[in-house]
């Protein structure tokens, strides 16, 4: 079934409330979806818009949709509920702390075996190997 092409209301807003919301977007996502209609109210074709943002055109129109509903704040993405994080915000520290200095557990470096054991055996934290792995990641790299 061929998708309809709706385009954005330009009464949503100025072109330079547009331009400021791009800017100042929270995410990547929002700024691309709001890069999306800024480039649809500039006449390029949709399916080239659609293109050039990777998505489907079924997906731009579901913007154009938002947009035209409720404007920039349509297009925003705001914070998801989710499944409750393994390692709890007051341990973060200890175990950063436990990667930094090895020696406070008394061991010499870590593995993520020995590391993912430690924290599964003797500080009880029911965490997989996968978590602590990303954890450490995002902590050494993040």
Known sequence: MPVSKTLPNPENCKPEELRLAITTAPTM???DRLYAIN????????S???KLFAVSERTLTRW???????????????????????IPQDRVSQIV??????GLADQHHWTGVKLHGYLRDELK?????STVMRFCTIKAFG
């Open 97 to 102: 702390n436990l990667v930094e200095q090895p």
């Open 64 to 86: 154009v949709h938002a947009w035209n509903q409720a404007g920039i704040d349509g297009l925003i993405e705001h914070a998801r509920s989710g499944r409750p994080r393994k």
């Open 29 to 31: 996502r929002s700024r």
């Open 39 to 46: 480039a649809l109210m500039l006449e390029m074709d949709f």
């Open 125 to 129: 934290l029911p965490v997989a190997y």
């Open 48 to 50: 080239q818009v659609a």
